[in-house]
Nanobody, 119 residues
Framework: QVQLVESGGGLAQPGGSLRLSCAAS????????MSWHRQAPGKERELVAA????????NYADSVKGRFTISRDNAKNTVYLQMNSLKPQDTAVYYC????????????WGQGTQVTVSS
């Protein structure tokens, strides 16, 4: 069955770094656009970063540009989010999402991983 399993979340200090991973299985990973989203308490889920199926094109929310980097390894069926210069406002549950590159209605979500930025 389809699985997206996030890992790498936890507690970080302001200015610190974390690297999230999302391991995919049960579908042809290289056919999917991958993205990271986050949801803070009391707020709507928002797009953080996205990467095209071949990895050549990326897109970032303005709030994370220059601090976060999305990447993927199609041989390992894994997408990553390197988060540097973390701020308390980055605190949220982070989710990965897979959307088929040609069928927008075919998508999957991971279960989420908590990221907390606090001193």
């Amino acid at each position: 069955q389809v699985q997206l399993v996030e890992s790498g979340g936890g507690l970080a200090q302001p200015g610190g770094s974390l690297r999230l991973s999302c391991a995919a299985s049960g579908f042809t990973f290289s056919n999917y656009v991958m993205s990271w989203h986050r949801q803070a308490p009391g707020k709507e889920r928002e797009l953080v970063a996205a990467i095209a199926s071949a990895g050549a094109i990326t897109n970032y929310a303005d709030s994370v540009k220059g601090r976060f980097t999305i990447s993927r390894d199609n041989a390992k069926n894994t997408v990553y989010l390197q988060m540097n210069s973390l701020k308390p406002q980055d605190t949220a549950v982070y989710y990965c999402k897979a959307v088929h590159k040609q069928i927008a209605t075919l998508y999957y979500w991971g279960q989420g991983t908590q990221v907390t930025v606090s001193s």
